[in-house]
């Protein structure tokens, strides 16, 4: 695989986490709460193959093989940054909206 389709699996695969982490937190507004943990399932195996993807470019570079730093990789990364980001905070609303569930 050449360094633009690394880029766009870290791209896609990075917004479709994204994507159904936003999913899943709807599902957890609707009290759907094992849709929602499926949902994040599905965020996490999609930010799996972004990550490693990324890792593999962190080893080459650490080994030697440098790789061209271009707007589409900042691009690539920023995408990556927040599906993280974007992920980490749908497990917190997913458990308040739990809890939240528990006591009304």
């Given at each position: 695989?050449?360094?633009?389709?690394?880029?766009?699996?870290?791209?896609?695969?990075?917004?479709?986490?994204?994507?159904?982490?936003?999913?899943?937190?709807a599902?957890?507004?609707?009290?759907?709460?094992?849709?929602?943990?499926?949902?994040?399932?599905?965020?996490?195996?999609?930010?799996?193959?972004?990550?490693e993807?990324?890792?593999?470019?962190?080893?080459?570079?650490?080994?030697?093989?440098?790789?061209?730093?271009?707007?589409?990789?900042?691009?690539?990364?920023?995408?990556?940054?927040?599906?993280?980001?974007?992920?980490?905070?749908?497990?917190?609303?997913?458990?308040?909206?739990?809890?939240?569930?528990?006591?009304?």
């Open positions: 695989m050449d360094l633009e389709q690394i880029i766009f699996v870290i791209i896609t695969s990075s917004g479709d986490a994204k994507s159904y982490c936003m999913e899943a937190m599902f957890a507004r609707n009290n759907e709460f094992i849709k929602a943990k499926e949902y994040i399932k599905k965020a996490e195996k999609e930010l799996l193959k972004a990550h993807q990324q890792t593999d470019l962190i080893q080459k570079e650490a080994g030697g093989k440098k790789t061209e730093i271009s707007l589409l990789m900042i691009h690539a990364q920023d995408h990556l940054m927040n599906a993280i980001t974007v992920k980490d905070l749908s497990k917190e609303m997913i458990h308040m909206y739990e809890k939240l569930d528990n006591i009304l």
